[in-house]
């Protein structure tokens, strides 16, 4: 089989700024917490707990120490509420994040009727509404263009990570309907080339494997328009959700991308779950029974678990205290 990574795939500058920043919040004197979980990935939220660092919910969570605002961002009324406890701030918010924020703010100021393109309950949208001064409308779909009474002038902005396309589609039925549209286009970059790569890999393979968090809004975007092109599509969290029934005669080719989300050790994982999978298949593959000895080789360590690759069908997994 052949295995091809896409060509933009993995965390995205303003994730991998958030990852270091609590890294290092985690080696300084005193408690650090995260005001919900750092980034949309369970694997990474879980080795920064390991490090001391902890997920809250709410500011009133945090008695002292160190707060750490995730990339998604928060509203302003946020930092006011950590200015008054004396908690110290760090500021993880993605850059482009903070220019979608400022955006819906200065619209708000200049008597736009700002129209957010997002997913309403997606935490990234909920800190652009806050900057808004909660005035603006959140649409996720065309069709709720039809349930609006605008008004003159309308300013719109978008989550970083929303599709380019679907953006435009409501941009362009925005413009039909009302004579003074201001966009401001904040999708980031980064999303769009993720989204362009991983599209066209899934046309050019037999299947696809998508990783990352399935509460990550990007992670499932990308996998919802590699479906589009390839049926063969799975999107899974980690290697151990990789069903060796995916794999028939037909698959001779398969493609791997990854969300913003998803660190570097994760994709690696599975990249070398794909590159094991023609010997997982073979017919000449060894019995293994209780009591046996053999060798192996260590291909990650997560938490309190080793994973150990002995040419078997799967890989195996020991206690690390063993």
Not at 67 to 75: D, K, L, Q, Y
């Amino acid at each position: 089989m052949e295995i091809i990574l896409a060509e933009n795939h993995g965390f995205c500058y303003g994730v991998k700024r958030a990852v270091e920043m609590a890294n290092e919040a985690a080696n300084s004197d005193g408690k650090s917490y995260t005001l919900g979980p750092i980034i949309h990935n369970p694997q990474v939220v879980g080795r920064l707990e390991d490090k001391g660092v902890s997920p809250v919910q709410e500011v009133s969570d945090i008695a002292e120490g160190t707060m750490i605002i995730r990339s998604h961002g928060v509203g302003p009324a946020i930092y006011e509420e950590a200015e008054e406890k004396g908690l110290h701030v760090v500021d993880a918010t993605c850059p482009h994040v903070k220019k979608a924020q400022m955006a819906a703010y200065e619209l708000s100021e200049a008597g736009y009727q700002v129209i957010i393109v997002g997913e309403k309950s997606h935490p990234e949208v909920k800190s652009i509404f806050e900057w808004s001064k909660n005035r603006a409308i959140i649409i996720e779909h065309e069709a709720e263009l039809n349930d609006i009474v605008f008004f003159n002038k309308v300013g719109v902005v978008a989550q970083t990570t929303f599709s380019g396309e679907e953006f435009q589609k409501i941009v362009n039925s925005l413009i039909e309907r009302v004579e003074n549209v201001k966009v401001e286009r904040t999708i980031c970059n980064a999303t769009e080339k993720r989204q362009e790569a991983a599209m066209e890999l899934a046309n050019q393979v037999d299947m696809m494997i998508v990783i990352g968090g399935k509460n990550s809004a990007n992670t499932t975007r990308l996998a919802e328009l590699c479906l589009k092109k390839n049926k063969h599509t799975y999107h899974i969290e980690t290697v151990n959700e990789i069903n060796d029934n995916w794999f028939n005669k037909g698959i001779n080719t398969i493609g791997i991308t990854a969300g913003a989300s998803t660190p570097d050790w994760l994709i690696e994982e599975v990249y070398h779950k794909m590159n094991q999978m023609e010997n997982f298949l073979g017919d000449d593959l060894k019995e293994i029974q209780q009591g046996d000895i053999v060798q192996g080789k260590i291909i990650s360590i997560y938490n309190n678990e080793v994973f150990v690759d002995i040419g078997y069908k799967s890989e195996g997994i020991i206690p690390i205290n063993e």
